[in-house]
């Protein structure tokens, strides 16, 4: 049981007390089986990837990441009703060298990061990124599948 609660700790991010809290809940049959609101990136390529999202908050851009998710494996990576209508995703391959990414550019890290506002990533000393858009046409939640067959294409320059 141990190392089922570590694998939680280490996976979601949570505090001891809320996995042992959730692995007793769900033992006794107390978790609401409801699909909770969320945004949700699901890994179908056949490697490890990272993911960034990008969203506006207010009045001030955010960029977020990362987000490790193993094949075969979706992960919430805003929990809750959605907010925004549009996020923006960029994805690597930990182990290859696919990639997810668009034409519009945010800030990024090498490690895991928040940062807030999308101009002068350079001089700020964060990478500047492409992102490809997701219209989520004002649904509570979202779900996007990343595969070997949607990566953006390697000779693909204007991403």
């Excluded at 280490?10 to 107390?30: D, E």
């Excluded at 908050?57 to 490790?68: F, K, P, Y």
């Amino acid at each position: 049981m141990m190392t089922l609660v570590s694998k939680i700790l280490k996976r979601f991010k949570l505090p001891a007390s809320a996995a042992v809290a959730t692995l007793l809940f769900a033992a006794n049959g107390l978790v609401p089986s409801a699909a909770q609101a969320e945004f949700k990136v699901c890994n179908k390529s056949d490697s490890l990837i990272g993911v960034a999202i990008g969203y506006k908050q207010g009045e001030e851009w955010i960029t977020e990441g990362w987000w490790r998710i193993p094949p075969d494996i979706c992960s919430s990576i805003v929990e809750g009703d959605l907010t925004s209508r549009y996020f923006y995703l960029h994805a690597e391959s930990v182990d290859a060298d696919g990639k997810w990414r668009g034409p519009v550019f945010m800030c990024t890290s090498n490690v895991e990061f928040k940062i807030l506002g999308v101009k002068d990533c350079f001089a700020r000393g964060y990478e500047r990124t492409g992102f490809f858009e997701v219209d989520t046409a004002e649904q509570k939640s979202w779900q996007v599948r990343l595969t070997n067959e949607n990566q953006t294409k390697k000779d693909d320059t204007s991403q």
